[in-house]
């Protein structure tokens, strides 16, 4: 095993704890105003529902390791290869809105470079042992972040409402309690 690779699985394994930090650095420099409020929760709000679609097509998702037990490639998968960590990314945005410019430039290069260079290579070198050739071809036809082709999205999968209960009630409560938090910073 390589240097790089483990420093790849070590992130993957704190990405939680990662993301806890980054959160408190945007909490401890936010200064809220009223006008940075509505754009922040709309941020907000469209990365939380990002994230619902994400996770109710796919079972199984939260962990320290790595798993899947077929590779998905319908719903916002059929647009592009991460949208929960797209989800993640535009929440953070929000958050860090309420920070100011300078707080929302380090919380993008922080979070880019964190996924871009260790969790998601991590998780795409899984994928690519797991489902090999039919996994290089879903990420030739779809892009990272970005569609690589504007259509409707393939909806030939499962969505599952319940996985939204067992496993994005949590995401959610720390999403609404994280702005709230956030925002009750005008007032302190």
């Not at 990002?50 to 962990?63: E, K, Q, V």
């Not at 590779?71 to 929960?84: A, E």
């Not at 998780?123 to 039919?134: A, D, H, K, Q």
């Amino acid at each position: 095993m390589n240097r790089n690779f483990d420093l790849q699985s070590m992130v993957f394994r704190l990405r939680g704890g990662i993301w806890t930090a980054l959160y408190l650095a945007v909490l401890c420099n936010a200064e809220p105003s009223a006008g940075t409020i509505p754009l922040a929760i709309l941020f907000v709000s469209a990365g939380q529902l990002l994230r619902f679609w994400a996770a109710g097509n796919i079972g199984l998702y939260r962990g320290e390791k790595v798993k899947a037990r077929e590779l998905v490639t319908w719903g916002p998968y059929s647009l592009i290869r991460n949208p929960l960590y797209l989800a993640n990314g535009i929440i953070g945005a929000g958050w860090s809105l309420l920070a100011g410019r300078m707080v929302f430039l380090l919380f993008l290069l922080v979070f880019l470079s964190m996924y871009n260079l260790c969790i998601i290579p991590h998780e795409e070198s899984f994928l690519e042992r797991t489902f090999g050739r039919r996994y290089l071809e879903y990420k030739q036809r779809t892009g990272r972040f970005i569609p690589r082709r504007f259509h409707l999205p393939d909806s030939a999968g499962r969505f599952d409402p319940s996985v939204l209960l067992k496993s994005e009630i949590h995401s959610l409560l720390v999403t609404i309690m994280g702005t709230a938090v956030l925002v009750s910073r005008i007032w302190w």
